[in-house]
């Protein structure tokens, strides 16, 4: 039994269960003493990630990203609008992030979870500011047409490294996006080209003659670190969040370069050192994440 | 970090390194128990803290003091930004606060954004800290006796920069917010 070891106090006579209940924070200490983690892995390893593209088929670029439990589904659907008059020939990007109550039992209905605007507005910052998209691929028509791409992305399932996942579950959605076709109705409006009308019937002409793929660049992964004492867990899980609350989020692109980094306060201060560290494992995880991206990529591919 | 010199220009002609000029007042409000405004240059922030008050919200921990932050934005309705900087500072604050001095209870910070001029959350991490002290909020320690700045990052080279918002946000390269405590490490960035 885990807490015979201490003698004297409540814990030596209590199982496994009880003990990480009522006192996590010394449950997880004692596995970090060993350099290993509740769920048996080392301090430095994400969990397995999985990627399944088209995951939605009505959306024009869907994923369904899992790291660990946490599971993302990220979803775009495409719009036509009037750019603005600042900008004639770039297109817009509007990201949403839900938490549902189905992801988490301390997200109630009615009441959205206080992590969900925060990592809405990370997400968007991170996605635009990386500069994987250009906005310009997203034009039609100089000053009269382009492109809104609104990209949703629910939470179904929180356990921790909500960002990653989500991160993650966008860019996929990206690679997996084909822009519909879209034609000059009587009115002169774009409007988008349905798949029935195809079969040679067009009475207008399309605009764009085929679903084309966004061209992406710099494409960002990043990977959630918690801090505690002299120790750094990569990928954490809720449990581990809700007790170590010092966390430090690194995005990198794929050539290395630092996209963001994120520590919004947090128990432990980070020296130097902690943060070089943490961008050490996060150009690992790039690795493991890019390989995973385009085997997802090829399996759609070949379906 | 290291900061090299460049050649910026900046549209108030400061070199890189030179901060604006900074104010602070405190108990400027009379209901708050304790209240404190930072302005750097032309943004300002008003900041007021109430408490402690007996209680604390339904999930937090009774063991502990609860810290609760609200951010006012100077105009328009209170969005995901606003969310995200009570979030952020409520972090931050929540670590230099001693906790265990009086559990079971809340302390609210209200933060009201006078003017924005860039540097915003720098000044009023710096606004908030100046408005505990003037409570009498037991502290462990300040984010580095009030200096949380704002960083630019322009063709690879660093300058400090407190600076207007609006001319400089289409032409920054990066933007980094760091706040630092006394032992020379970072809390928040």
């Known amino acids: ?303 | 970090m290291l900061v090299q010199r460049m050649e910026i220009d900046r549209a108030d002609g400061r070199t890189p390194n030179q901060l604006r000029k900074l104010a602070c007042s405190r108990n400027i409000l009379n209901r708050a128990h304790g209240s404190a405004s930072w302005s750097q240059g032309e943004t300002k922030v008003l900041a007021a803290v109430y408490g402690p008050k007996a209680g604390t919200k339904k999930n937090e921990n009774p063991e502990k003091a609860c810290i609760e932050v609200i951010w006012k934005p100077k105009t328009g309705q209170i969005g995901k930004e606003e969310k995200e900087y009570e979030m952020v500072l409520k972090r931050t604050l929540q670590n230099m606060c001693l906790l265990t001095v009086h559990p079971n209870t809340t302390t609210s910070i209200i933060i009201q954004v006078v003017n924005d001029d860039g540097a915003l959350l720098p000044c009023a991490i710096n606004a908030a800290c100046a408005a505990l002290v003037d409570a009498g909020i037991p502290l462990k320690h300040l984010a580095d006796d009030f200096s949380s700045c704002n960083m630019l990052l322009s063709g690879r080279k660093w300058a400090r920069y407190t600076g207007p918002k609006q001319d400089r946000r289409a032409a920054i390269e990066g933007i980094c917010i760091f706040s630092f405590s006394k032992f020379d490490s970072v809390c928040t960035s």
């Open chain 1, 1 to 303: 039994m885990m807490g015979s070891a201490n003698s004297g106090d409540l814990s030596s006579e209590m199982e496994v269960d009880a003990f990480r209940r009522l006192f996590p924070l010394r449950f997880h200490e004692r596995h970090l003493l060993e350099s290993i983690r509740p769920d048996a892995r080392m301090l430095g390893k994400a969990r397995d990630t999985t990627l399944a593209l088209g995951a939605v088929a009505s959306a024009d670029g869907s994923a369904l990203a899992k790291i660990g439990c946490t599971t993302m589904l990220a979803a775009i659907k495409m719009e036509v609008m009037t750019p603005t008059a600042e900008s004639p020939d770039m297109g817009c990007i509007a990201i949403d992030f839900h938490m549902p109550p189905i992801c988490s039992p301390t997200v109630r209905p009615g009441r959205p979870a206080e992590a969900a605007p925060v990592v809405s507005k990370q997400l968007s910052d991170t996605i635009l500011s990386s500069g994987m998209i250009n906005l310009k691929d997203l034009s039609l028509v100089r000053g009269k047409a382009s492109w809104m791409a609104y990209l949703d992305i629910y939470c179904l399932d929180a356990d921790g490294a909500l960002f990653d996942a989500a991160l993650l579950s966008a860019v996929a959605a990206f690679s997996n996006l084909q822009i519909p076709i879209v034609a000059l109705n009587d009115d002169g409006r774009v409007v988008v080209v349905s798949e029935e009308n195809e079969g040679g019937k067009l009475k207008k002409e399309p605009v764009n003659k085929e679903k084309r793929k966004l061209k992406l660049s710099s494409i960002p992964f990043s990977l959630t670190c918690i801090l505690h004492k002299n120790y750094i867990l990569a990928d954490p899980t809720a449990e581990e969040e809700s007790i170590m609350e010092t966390l430090v989020t690194v995005v990198l692109n794929l050539s290395g370069q630092l996209v963001s980094l994120y520590k919004p306060g947090g128990q432990f201060l980070a020296y130097t050192s902690a943060i070089q560290d943490c961008m050490a494992l996060t150009r690992q995880r790039v690795k493991e994440l890019k390989k995973i991206l385009d085997e997802a990529i090829c399996d759609m591919e070949m379906d």
